[in-house]
Nanobody, 123 residues
C-alpha cells in the first residue's frame, strides 16, 4: 500500500510563492496518476491539478491555471505543486492523491490520499 507524506505548506503573503511536495512510499509511484486537491474551511474539497503517470500530461482548475504547476519525479517517488502569485483565496488545506484509474478531477477517482498540508495566504 502506497503512503503519502506532504510537506512545504505554511504562511505566505499575497503575491508570494510556495512549493508543496508529496513523497510516496510503498508500491511503485509511477503506476499511478496523481493530483492535488484543496479544501478551505466550510467548503467542499476541490480539484486543483492533475498529472498522468509519466508526467507528460497535466490539467488545471481554471482558478489556478497559469499560476500553479504540477510535476512529478518518478525516480524520487515525489509529486510537486509549485504555486506562484498566491492570493488569500488560495488559503486551504492541500491534499495530494493517487489514482490507479488515470487522471481525473473527481475525488472519487483517487484511492490514496495524503494527510494534508495547510497553506495560508495573508493579505
Amino acid at each position: 500500500q502506497v503512503q503519502l507524506v506532504e510537506s512545504g505548506g505554511g504562511l505566505v503573503q499575497a503575491g508570494g510563492s510556495l512549493r508543496l511536495s508529496c513523497a510516496a512510499s510503498g508500491r511503485t509511484f509511477s503506476n499511478y496518476a496523481a493530483a492535488w486537491f484543496r479544501q478551505a474551511p466550510g467548503k467542499e474539497r476541490e480539484f486543483v491539478a492533475t498529472i498522468n503517470w509519466s508526467g507528460t500530461s497535466t490539467y488545471y482548475a481554471d482558478s489556478v491555471k497559469g499560476r500553479f504547476t504540477i510535476s512529478r519525479d518518478n525516480a524520487k517517488n515525489t509529486l510537486y505543486l509549485q504555486m506562484l502569485s498566491l492570493t488569500p483565496e488560495d488559503t486551504a488545506v492541500y491534499y495530494c492523491a493517487l489514482s490507479p484509474y488515470g487522471s481525473g478531477t473527481n475525488t472519487k477517482t483517487y484511492t490514496i490520499w495524503g494527510q494534508g498540508s495547510q497553506v495560508t495566504v495573508s493579505s
